[in-house]
């Protein structure tokens, strides 16, 4: 019985296979249907021969370092900020009057439309890329911590005003282990955010490597295998960052399954 049971708990987790499967299945039968589908629909054999192809050439490898690094860096650089304006705005009543409607203001611009203007006055290298990558990051942090904090219970603010804490002390000690879920919320939505303004970047900054930048040379030399290994990269990669993220959320939030 137990066996049967191990069989059956198998089964289900291979489901979400049919989908892809499927898929799979309709692309390669579409591909077999002509030279023009053929180009459209790449045989998966071509793919899998792209891809050794860019395994055995280093391409790939080096430009998924590139688009991981850039996605990691500006990660960092807009969630540390992300993390300090919003906890400011969020302990300071005079902050938050200053900051809130500039920050509510800039977040309501996409960040496509800023990107002209950013390359006039940074040039479309890498530190524009970092940049764009930082505010996509930024903002849904600051909004996250921000909520996380104001929304601390107060008992807890006023047992900090009595043992007389600092406002680093309540923000280190009393509001961001409170909001951390909260806090940990937005990071999930910084990192897709990130993830995928990294792309859009170098798909619009088409200097240095990068998946989107491969992507766009595969295009213009009509290698539509390249491009469709260079999405794929792009999702899975996404999928496990996400994943891994994921995890250490439920790590660091192991304590809310124990109360």
Do not use: C
């Not at 990068?210 to 040379?217: E, H, Y």
Request: charged share 10%; glycine share 10%.
């Amino acid at each position: 019985m137990k066996k049967l049971n191990q069989f059956v708990l198998s089964i289900q987790h291979l489901h979400g296979l049919l989908l892809p499967l499927a898929v799979a299945a309709i692309w390669e039968f579409m591909s077999r249907q002509g030279d023009a589908y053929a180009y459209t629909f790449v045989p998966l054999s071509q793919v899998v021969t792209g891809f050794i192809e860019l395994l055995k050439s280093g391409e790939l490898l080096v430009n998924l370092a590139a688009t991981l690094q850039t996605t990691v860096t500006g990660l960092i650089i807009g969630g540390v900020a992300g993390l300090l304006v919003g906890g400011l705005m969020a302990v300071s009543p005079t902050a938050n009057k200053l900051i809130g409607p500039l920050y509510h203001t800039m977040r309501q611009i996409p960040l496509l439309g800023l990107i002209p203007l950013i390359a006039l006055w940074f040039g479309n290298g890498l530190f524009s890329k970092i940049l764009i990558v930082s505010l996509a990051a930024f903002y849904p942090i600051v909004l996250n911590t921000f909520e996380g904090m104001h929304g601390v219970e107060k008992k807890f603010v006023e047992v900090a005003s009595v043992l007389k804490f600092s406002r680093l002390q309540l923000f280190v000690k009393v509001l961001l282990p409170a909001a951390m879920p909260s806090i940990l919320t937005g990071v999930m939505h910084a990192l897709a955010f990130a993830w995928i303004s990294t792309v859009g970047t170098e798909l619009l900054f088409s200097t240095g490597p990068g998946l989107g930048g491969l992507m766009q040379v595969a295009q213009e030399a009509s290698r539509m295998d390249i491009v469709i290994i260079a999405v794929a990269s792009i999702g899975l990669t996404g999928l496990l960052m996400n994943a891994g993220l994921s995890f250490v959320s439920q790590y660091l939030l192991r304590w809310r399954s124990v109360r």
